[in-house]
């Protein structure tokens, strides 16, 4: 069984790019997840997608966050114009809907803001 | 709201000494799940176990086992007979069927020394 894979796993970029990540996740599984992690502390969601569907956004989420999945299989998540206070772990967790609709998490995206 | 508290940040262990990770949880709704996750050095989160609210027996799992007691809102996690492979950082989570994303605890980072 192939897990969640998430690409690339670092990132080191200057503040004001842009970044984009990209999780795939396991292959039947229709929820889709993103959190962030910043050093000690646990992950934090930041949204999520039924298919191609986005149903919850954090508040956390600012405007430079956008997030998407459009044919309901891989997803990409765009940082624009990057701040300092960015930098985290992102991590991609997906799931299959239903009673035993448990997350599986991706090896994560660690971007640095200089 | 939902919140997790795992007041203990750090423990510290020798191999072979059995040891007990707190979880404290709330939540509104009478249906929500509980998870604990495991976070190695290598900073991927795998899971190790769900339980749903309307299921209170404990379980085992080899060297693991989880008491849920909703009398108290905790479902504590303990490992027996410690190995050094067992460090890392544990994660207890919930959700409930108002909201999907997992809402994590802070961690507690476990250190079996040899």
């Known amino acids: 069984d192939t897990g969640v894979s998430q690409d690339p796993r670092h990132k080191i970029t200057k503040r004001g790019q842009n970044v984009t990540f990209r999780c795939d996740p396991i292959s039947e599984h229709n929820r889709l997840y993103w959190y962030r992690q910043t050093l000690g502390q646990g992950p934090e969601f930041l949204t999520y997608?039924?298919?191609?569907?986005?149903?919850?956004k954090s508040r956390l989420l600012s405007d430079r966050f956008s997030a998407e999945r459009p044919k309901g299989s891989f997803s990409t998540l765009e940082i624009q114009r990057t701040e300092q206070g960015d930098s985290a772990m992102y991590l991609c967790a997906s799931s299959l809907a239903g009673f035993q609709d448990t997350q599986y998490f991706g090896p994560g995206t660690r971007l640095t803001v200089l | 709201a939902q919140k997790v508290t795992q007041a203990q940040t750090e423990i510290s262990v020798v191999e072979k000494e059995d040891v007990t990770l707190d979880c404290v949880y709330e939540?509104?709704?009478?249906?929500?799940?509980l998870f604990w996750y495991k976070q190695p050095p290598s900073g991927e989160l795998v899971f190790l176990i769900r339980?749903?609210?309307?299921?209170?027996q404990n379980e085992i799992s080899g060297r693991y086992s989880w008491n849920f007691q909703k009398s108290t809102s905790s479902f504590n996690f303990t490992i027996t007979a410690s190995q050094v492979v067992d460090s890392a950082v544990y994660f207890c989570?919930?959700?409930?069927?108002?909201?999907?994303?997992?809402?994590f605890g802070s961690g507690t980072r476990l250190q079996v020394q040899p």
């Open positions: 339980r749903n609210s309307f299921d209170e």
């Open positions: 939540t509104r709704d009478t249906t929500y799940y």
């Open positions: 997608f039924q298919n191609e569907a986005q149903l919850e």
């Open positions: 989570a919930l959700s409930d069927t108002g909201r999907r994303a997992l809402t």
